[in-house]
């Protein structure tokens, strides 16, 4: 995997343009600087989560005995269902129901951008090629830029596009999320079958 296709995963999990809806909602009773504050926060402690599973994924990986197949299997089964859920959609929405108040950590951080198959592809990135650490993380600071771009735009590209055209693409990242966590899953299990004595 080259660092822009791991990038281009990395930003189709993070579904930055399934969010822009959520987003605005939590944000809406904030002022409008406050918004922008709390927004680059949350970014931030998403980037250092994600970061951090990435960096050291593989140590809790061998402390609670995991192999990685176990991983790849798991996050396909999410990515599969976060991909379903964003191609079917729910009136709840992605995640589910939202606290009041300002967001802190979460929903908004964990898990609309760090969710668990975003920490899943990341630590599956870091224990599978772990010589390849620096690229994985210039992966990863690519999509979470671009992340961070059009969610900062998020009120801009609502009224550009509209809400038809952030569902109809938020489908159709549905779809290749779908596609990319069956792969995860077959080579999961693959990998698993073909280290059988």
């Known amino acids: 995997m080259t660092v822009l296709s791991a990038a281009l995963l990395l930003f189709l999990i993070l579904d930055p343009l399934g969010n822009i809806p959520v987003f605005l909602s939590l944000l809406k009773p904030l002022p409008a600087g406050r918004q922008r504050v709390v927004l680059v926060r949350e970014l931030l402690i ?7 599973f990435l960096w050291f994924g593989k140590y ?12 790849a299997i798991a996050g396909g089964i999410v990515l599969f269902l976060i991909g379903i859920r964003m191609i079917f959609p729910r009136p ?56 961070a771009a059009i969610l900062m735009s998020a009120t801009l590209l609502y009224k550009l596009l509209g809400a038809r055209a952030l569902t109809a693409l938020e489908r159709l990242m549905g779809m290749l999320l779908v596609a990319i966590s069956v792969q995860m899953l077959l080579d999961g299990v693959g990998t698993y079958l073909a280290s059988l004595p």
């Open 92 to 147: 709840e929405g992605l995640m589910g129901a939202v606290p009041d108040g300002e967001p802190f950590i979460v929903p908004m951080a964990i898990p609309l951008i760090a969710g668990p198959s975003g920490m899943a592809a990341v630590m599956l990135m870091g224990s599978n090629e772990p010589g390849r650490l620096g690229e994985w993380s210039l992966a990863l600071l690519l999509a979470w830029g671009a992340t």
């Open 60 to 71: 809790a990986l061998e402390a609670m005995h995991l192999r990685q197949e176990s991983v």
């Open 46 to 52: 998403a980037l250092a989560v994600l970061m951090g």
